[in-house]
Structures are given as C-alpha cells and as structure tokens.
C-alpha cells in the first residue's frame, strides 16, 4: 500500500553541482507532477508528466531544469549547476488521470538545500 | 490565469474554537475546489473537495461550500483540537490537463 515515494528526503549540494529527486508514483498512476515550495509560501507548478510525456511544463524554469518519467523507472527532477536560490522543498504528486479528475496523492518531498 | 488567495496567517486558536479560513478564487470556466493540508515536515493531503456550485466538502469536522456566488470556498470547523495544527492549503483545478493551482497556506496553530 505504498504512497507516492520520494528520495532523498533531504539532499545537500554545493553551488554548481547537480541535483537530481526522484519519484516513484502510486502504483497504477501514470500522471506525475512536480511542485516547489519556497519557505513560508505555497506550491508553484512546475511541470507535469505522463509515461515518456511532457504534458505542460509552463511552470519550468527554462534554463538548468529538466524532467522526465521514463516507461520504467521513477520520474526524475534534475537541477543542473545550482544556486543558493534553488534551496526548497520539492514535491511529486501523482494521479490517475488528469487532475480535474483525480484526486492528487503527494509524496513527502525532497527538501533541497545548497549552500 | 487562474488564482486562489486565502488568508495569511499565522492563525492561532485554543482548543475548541471554531475555526474559520478565507478563501477566494479566480478561475476560468467551472473548477473543482480543494482544501488541503500539510502536516510538519510532510506531504500535502487532500482534506475535502467540491466539484460544483453549492456543493459541501467535509472531513474530519471540516467543511467547505462552494459558493460560485462569492467565489469562494472557506474552510471552517466548529471545534478545532491541538492535533489541528498544521498549514492548510486551498487549491483548484480549472478542467481539462490544467494543474492544481494553490493558495499560499494558511499556518494553523491550535493551543492547549
């Protein structure tokens, strides 16, 4: 009866490096997406994903972010070269449809710090 | 685009008060409402939601009415306990493969 999954929980990087969350989804959802939360603020969109899919990633920023939820395997969140101002939480949400539709599941999140 | 504003907290109450917050949204067409909540260092979960006008979500002794009227869908609950206190979330979903958009929360503390 697992949950939406997220690893790691917490994750350290030093600017420059890469960071990279993972998500498992619920078993049986196929719709994935991605939130940040800055401190003391709400959930931004980022981007959401269907197997091998990028359905809307309006909420991306369009340099140094990426994501993909490959037919096997987690989806992953991959920030490149990062910066003090990427330090959030980061949370996976999955469905099992759209989410006009569906009720969203969220995982724990990753809360990322980089110093 | 579609928005949520929900009232800023920090809210603090004492046990058994009866809990009120404001939510007010801006949205295209006939969107599902949501109420949200985030319990420290977790995940959200889903509280209640309503998917069309005057319909009433409610869990836990939470409800919620969505009121197309006033566009809004305040969350109240007539006796809140400690075990109340987290940050609640007010969301929407306009249709189609449109994402959830959120409010900024609303921290909740309940005291003793």
């Known amino acids: 009866n697992a949950g939406v999954m997220q690893n790691p929980r917490h994750l350290v990087r030093r600017r420059g490096q890469e960071a990279r969350l993972r998500c498992s989804p619920m078993k049986g959802h196929s719709h994935v997406y991605w939130y940040r939360q800055l401190p003391e603020e709400g959930l931004k969109f980022m981007v959401y994903l269907q197997k091998e899919n990028i359905i809307d990633e309006s909420g991306m920023p369009k340099e140094r972010f990426s994501a993909e939820f490959p037919k096997e395997g987690p989806s992953i969140l991959r920030i490149q070269q990062v910066v003090r101002g990427d330090s959030a939480a980061y949370f996976c949400?999955?469905?099992?449809?759209?989410?006009?539709?569906?009720?969203?599941?969220f995982g724990n999140g990753t809360r990322l710090t980089v110093t | 685009g579609d928005s949520v504003t929900q009232m800023e907290g920090p809210v603090t109450l004492s046990e058994e008060a009866f809990l009120t917050i404001n939510c007010t949204y801006t949205?295209?067409?006939?969107?599902?409402l949501f109420w949200y909540v985030q319990y420290p260092g977790e995940g959200l979960q889903l509280l209640l939601k309503a998917t069309k006008a005057d319909d009433k979500g409610s869990n836990k002794g939470f409800e919620a009415t969505y009121r197309k009227e006033t566009t809004s869908f305040h969350l109240e609950k007539g006796s809140v306990q400690v075990s109340d206190s987290a940050v609640y979330f007010c969301a929407l979903v306009s249709g189609g493969n449109t994402p959830l958009v959120f409010g900024k929360g609303t921290r909740l503390s309940v005291i003793a």
């Open positions: 949400a999955s469905s099992s449809g759209s989410s006009y539709n569906s009720p969203l599941h």
């Open positions: 949205a295209t067409g006939y969107p599902s």
